[in-house]
């Protein structure tokens, strides 16, 4: 079954530090998105990307994020500065179709901020 | 201002009891309303979803009933089995939509006695 891969699965990274997390979304998927969770909490819409733009973004996603899909498959999420607040568990999700609905997400990339 | 309220945030159940869990939203404009399980160290999973021209929808064990009028949706896990223990999640998402943001709530923790 095809699924949704997020490397690296745990990053631990010091504050200020540039971190990029990276995933591959499901083949034929047209939409993109990152969702964060801080432990224990709900999950937090970040950004969608379509067509090679963003699509929408949440007030959590400042300039200090950046999203991009440098090759055609993978689907990268870039903190320039990282702050302890951005320690949190980060997902990829795909979608086929606008409208659908149904998210696929990977498996997670945990980040801690030291 | 939270878009989607969930309860309660967990949930202790015995085998082979019904299992509620409820969600309230704000905005009129939402049209999809997905429910997803997450397991601990995995990301959500659709687990089944509903649409407001319907009032309830089964599948399997899993029932969700719709209150157009009342703004709240709840799911419901009949002869709920310990490996139904995991976090679960509502949603709530405008369609259709180029890269639609998904409204989650807060999750509950169910946990399912043998």
């Known amino acids: 079954e095809p699924e949704v891969t997020q490397t690296p699965s745990h990053q631990v990274t010091q504050m200020g530090q540039e971190v990029i997390l990276r995933c591959v979304p499901i083949?034929?998927?047209?939409?993109f998105y990152w969702y964060r969770q801080i432990l224990g909490q709900k999950v937090e819409f970040l950004v969608s990307?379509?067509?090679?733009?963003?699509?929408?973004k949440s007030e959590i996603f400042d300039d200090q994020f950046s999203v991009e899909r440098p090759d055609g498959s993978n689907f990268t999420l870039k903190i320039r500065s990282t702050k302890l607040e951005d320690s949190a568990m980060y997902f990829c999700a795909s979608s086929f179709a606008r409208g659908t609905g149904e998210l696929f997400f990977g498996e997670g990339s945990r980040l801690t901020v030291l | 201002q939270q878009q989607v309220k969930q309860s309660p945030q967990s949930l202790i159940v015995q085998k082979g009891g019904i299992s509620i869990i409820n969600c309230a939203y704000e905005n009129t404009a939402f049209d999809y309303f997905p429910w997803y399980q997450q397991f601990p160290g995995k990301g959500p999973a659709l687990l089944i979803a509903?649409?407001?021209?319907?009032s309830e929808k089964k599948e399997g064990r899993f029932t969700i009933s719709f209150n157009k009028s009342a703004k709240q949706f709840s799911l419901h896990i009949m002869d709920s089995q310990p490996g139904d223990s995991a976090t679960y999640f509502c949603a709530a998402s405008i369609t259709p939509n180029t890269g639609n943001q998904f409204y989650f709530g807060t999750g509950t923790s169910l946990t399912v006695i043998p």
């Open positions: 083949s034929n998927h047209l939409y």
């Open positions: 509903i649409r407001p021209d319907v």
């Open positions: 990307f379509y067509n090679n733009e963003i699509s929408e």
